[in-house]
Structure formats: C-alpha cells, structure tokens
C-alpha cells in the first residue's frame, strides 16, 4: 500500500506569484496633459517547480494489469522498475534544461531522465512484477514566467475615456519545457503524468509549457 501514496500530479510545492500595478505619477497642463497622463503598468510574475511524476512501465503487471491506467496512477497500474543499486536521486539528470532536452532515435543525447536508472519489471511466477517505483516521485522542469501590461486612459469628456493597453505574455519570451503524454507500448492514451521508460521518447522534451511571447494591442472606449 505505499507505493500508493506520493504527491498529486497538480502539487507545486514550490510557487512564488508576484501581482502588482503602478500608476505613474506624471503631471501636466494644458494639451500636453492628455498626452503624459493616465500611464500605469502592471503584470504578474509566476516562479515554480515542476509537478510530481510517476513513471509507469506498460512492460510490467501482465498478471493484474498490463496497460496504462484509466482513471488515475493509484489503481494497479504498473510502476517503472528501479535498477539494482539505483534511488529516486538517480532518476533525473543534472545540469541546464536547455542541455537535457533529449531527441528521438538518439539514445545518447541527453534527456530529462537518465534512462540507465530503470531496468524491465522481473519475473515473477507466470508473469512480471509491477515495478518498485511510487506515486509522485519525480517533478517536472520548472517555468519562471513574466506577463506585464502598459495602458494608458485618456478622458474625453467628464463621462467618456480611451483607454489605450498594451499587453506581453512571457515578456522576456523565455523557452519553459514540460513532459507531454507520451504513448505506451501497447496504447495511445495516457496522462500528463505517465511516462514508459520503455518509450523511444522517454525523457525527452518536445513540447513548450508556455508559448513564446505573444503581444496583443487594445483600443476601448468607456463611457
């Protein structure tokens, strides 16, 4: 029963989020007010770790369950199989994530994960264990991500204003990478935090958890 338990897969037990907005405190008369007034920023700032994995092997638990699970990673789905002398520290490698994005057909390119920790589930009797690995043991790449507004409102009338915005999403369009649903050996479906040592696609990334900088103008009339 405790390799049932671990952490959630939307855990982020690390999170830093920043809001905040600044009214620029700029003065003017005449003409010239409409042009320097009415200025703000604001934005929003998230810092956090990567989300909790369990790493499945759809090698393993032919005896009660040979594929991947349908409702959850507690229900006697197979487990990845830790190799003779390796921990949970052996799991994921070292270094930049930009060094450890893996590719296909390569097995020695290096990836998220270090796919010598993990060895196929033994047999046993008429069939194969169901991996030594729990729920939640490894987390994910991180993302710093930084979205910031500048707007500006300019009054017409006592009743009526322009309010003019510009908008940054990832405003420093800084690559964040996640670990996809990748597909086991005998299905297509899987969860976001599934994953086979027994894929070709194991560790790799090859997918965005943000998207690149997207900048949008907006123009509004209130009144």
Known sequence: ????????????????????QYEFP?????????AVEG??????TVIQGGNPLTLFDGRGGTIYYGGPPTNGPDKGSSRAQLCPGKTYNDIVTSGS??????????????GFFNPAA?????????????????????????QANFDFSLS??????????VQ???EFFNLFNHPQFGLGTYP??????????QLFPSSPTFGVINQAAVNPRLIQFALRLQF
Not at 1 to 20: A, D, K, N
Not at 39 to 44: D, I, P, T, V
Not at 152 to 161: D, M, V
Request: proline share 7%.
């Open 152 to 161: 500006k409102l300019t009054r017409i009338t006592e009743k009526q204003s």
């Open 39 to 44: 200025w703000s920023a604001s934005g929003s």
């Open 118 to 142: 993990f060895c196929a589930p033994p047999q046993i009797g008429n069939g194969t264990d169901f991996g030594n690995t729990g729920v939640g043991i490894v987390h994910g790449p991180g």
């Open 1 to 20: 029963m405790g390799q049932q338990y671990g952490e959630t897969p939307y855990s982020r037990p690390q999170r830093f989020v920043v809001s905040y």
């Open 97 to 110: 994530i930009e060094d450890r994005l893996g590719k296909i057909g390569d097995p020695n390119t290096k």
């Open 184 to 193: 086991s050996p005998t299905s297509t479906t899987s969860f976001n935090q």
């Open 26 to 34: 700029f003065k003017a008369g005449g003409a010239l007010s409409k």
């Open 164 to 166: 003019f915005r510009a």
